[in-house]
């Protein structure tokens, strides 16, 4: 039997390696047979065999190519997971068949943050995320406006998904154990906004400068003059001195759309 590997710190690895987790990522992400489901950091495959035993398919996206004898043979006898190997920012996960519906995974915590952000137009056929991520970026994805973990992360995965449920994780779970608290988070996909890149560049821009009115934030990430965009956020009748940090996410999509 192939030995386990060790953790690699570069690449933020943290193996999942308590099965007693495993129900309630089960719970969260609602698993069912017909399931197609994203896994992006399968690491000891502990999760991955879990899944592979419940759902149609499972796609496993593993950066660390050291790890394949092990997944290899922790797998060997499930033709319905394939491994791929890359890193999962730089590959076309939407060319993925067939199309997952899930994404269900202890992401990595150096690429958490942008593959959820990215996920969220970059993958339509996605309705459901149950993820385990730094408690902090959990709480950082459902912040409210005004407080300080609320930015433009918190805006553009309020805009796109409702949260459906959240879990604290104990460190023990992980070999070797993190040095921050972790969380399992699941959210549904709703609708969209209108235009939704240009919301998502209008989001951006408000928070480049966070200690700036947003007029002024938006002018100097040359999306627009700042008296310009004064007047739109006069339209969703706020006044020219507010700042990112006050409006609510569906703000941002009106802001937007005066912006246009």
Do not use: C
Request: charged fraction near 25%.
């Amino acid at each position: 039997m192939t030995l386990p590997p060790t953790p690699n710190k570069d690449l933020g690895q943290h193996f999942l390696v308590d099965d007693n987790i495993l129900g309630v990522i089960a719970r969260l992400a609602e698993l069912a047979a017909e399931n197609v489901v994203l896994e992006v950091g399968p690491g000891l495959g502990v999760l991955t065999t879990y899944l592979a035993d419940r759902v149609a398919h499972v796609h496993a996206v593993e950066l660390d190519r050291s790890l394949e004898p092990h997944l290899t043979e922790r797998l060997d006898d499930r033709n319905n997971v394939d491994l791929v190997y890359g890193d999962a920012m730089r590959t076309d996960l939407s060319a993925l068949l067939p199309r997952p519906g899930k994404f269900v995974a202890n992401l990595p915590y150096n690429v958490a943050t942008p593959l959820v952000v990215e996920s969220l137009d970059g993958l339509p056929s996605l309705e459901l995320w149950t993820v385990m991520v730094q408690r902090e970026v959990a709480d950082r994805f459902f912040a409210r406006p005004g407080t300080k973990a609320y930015g433009a992360v918190s805006v553009l995965v309020q805009l796109a998904t409702e949260r459906t449920g959240f879990h604290p994780v104990s460190r023990t779970v992980f070999q070797p154990p993190p040095n921050v608290d972790s969380a399992l988070i699941a959210f549904r996909r709703r609708e969209l906004p209108a235009h939704y890149a240009h919301v998502k560049r209008v989001v951006e821009a408000g928070f480049s400068h966070r200690r700036k009115t947003l007029p002024n934030s938006v002018e100097l990430s040359g999306l627009a003059e700042r008296e310009r965009a004064a007047v739109a956020l006069g339209a969703i009748g706020r006044p020219p001195g507010t700042r990112a940090e006050a409006l609510e996410p569906e703000e941002f999509a009106a802001l937007a759309e005066a912006l246009r």
